[in-house]
């Protein structure tokens, strides 16, 4: 079992290695890619030294699986090429999660949808991923209409530039900005870019995949991406209009039965999820859970995930175990 791991010297792509190794994934060889300027330096794996190779030796090697967390413009260039020898890509970039011919694919929600044929797999957005793992068992019961999503996303999701700008801000220190402002003690309504409808692509995202995610267009949702300044871990306040009424008691029981879901939601003892719980941990966290009292049918609730982790790197890995287990890989 050949993987590589395309971008393996990231943020996602260290992440991604750890995750190999925890899980026990089956490697027989690894083959981490990176840069040009990083080719030929060693990165360790599981107590061996591994060089990292350029991308066009990585495609040589005919890895069984590649792993991509780089970027949408070197997933969209490469991704087809090691396809084309074989390969099945697990991207973890935005450029395939749209297209019509590619599944989106949440391993807990619809990875029965994946065969041999799919060469090429996106894997969704950070905050998407946690959004959807807690609103699948509840569409499923009470059918969603409308959701409104504020999400208050750490700067984990932006890079190791953003971490940095954060820790050089805390220490007093001016240096390079991955923010058009300062983000110690302060909250920037805007995650990626701006598009033409006012909308960030961040939040454009959220918007549009879990339709994907779920087959169903018969809902809508609506967001507000805000970057805040934590280290990791992403939360989202969330608002959930249903078609049929429900009863409390029963939404926390269909959470604590999802798997992947922690339920953590007792006002009295002042528990709830937190970016500083959910860190280094694989699942989504549920709480706040409550009935918005302002219209009927319609539940409010809190959903904090470790972005590097489910929100990336272990959802991903997750695709790939399925694949093994399912014997889809060539």
């Not at 260290?14 to 060693?42: C, D, N």
């Not at 041999?116 to 009470?142: G, R, W």
């Amino acid at each position: 079992m050949k993987i590589a791991v395309v971008g393996a010297t990231g943020m996602v792509g260290e992440v991604m290695l750890q995750l190999l190794a925890e899980r026990k994934f089956p490697v027989t060889e690894l083959i981490p890619v990176a840069s040009e300027k990083s080719v030929g330096k060693k990165i360790s794996f599981q107590g061996k030294e591994f060089t990292i190779s350029s991308i066009e030796s990585a495609i040589a090697k005919k890895p069984q699986i590649a792993i991509f967390s780089a970027g949408g413009g070197t997933s969209l260039e490469w991704a087809p090429k090691f396809a084309e020898v074989g390969t099945t890509v697990i991207d973890n970039s935005s450029a395939w999660r749209m297209d019509p011919s590619k599944k989106l694919i949440v391993p807990e929600i619809n990875a029965s949808e994946l065969t041999k044929e799919d060469k090429i797999i996106a894997n969704p957005n950070c905050s998407t991923i946690q959004l959807v793992m807690a609103l699948a068992p509840l569409h499923k019961k009470f059918t969603m209409k409308r959701v409104v999503v504020s999400t208050y996303q750490s700067v984990s999701g932006t890079g190791v530039k953003a971490v940095k700008q954060l820790e050089n801000e805390i220490a007093g220190v001016k240096a390079e900005m991955a923010y058009p402002y300062p983000i110690h003690k302060n909250a920037l309504p805007h995650c990626d870019v701006f598009e033409e409808n006012g909308y960030t692509k961040e939040e454009m995202k959220l918007a549009r995949e879990p339709q994907k995610i779920l087959n169903d267009r018969t809902f809508s949702v609506t967001a507000t991406a805000v970057r805040i300044p934590t280290a990791g871990g992403h939360s989202e306040a969330v608002n959930v209009a249903f078609q049929n009424d429900f009863d409390l008691s029963e939404v926390r029981r269909i959470l604590h039965e999802t798997p992947g879901i922690i339920v953590q939601d007792n006002p009295s003892t002042n528990t709830y999820p937190m970016p500083m719980y959910a860190h280094q941990k694989d699942e989504v966290f549920v709480g706040r859970i409550r009935r918005d009292e302002t219209q009927p049918n319609t539940l409010n609730m809190w959903i904090v995930s470790d972005n590097l982790r489910k929100g990336a790197a272990t959802n991903a890995i997750q695709i790939a175990e399925y694949l093994l287990a399912q014997n889809l890989i060539s």
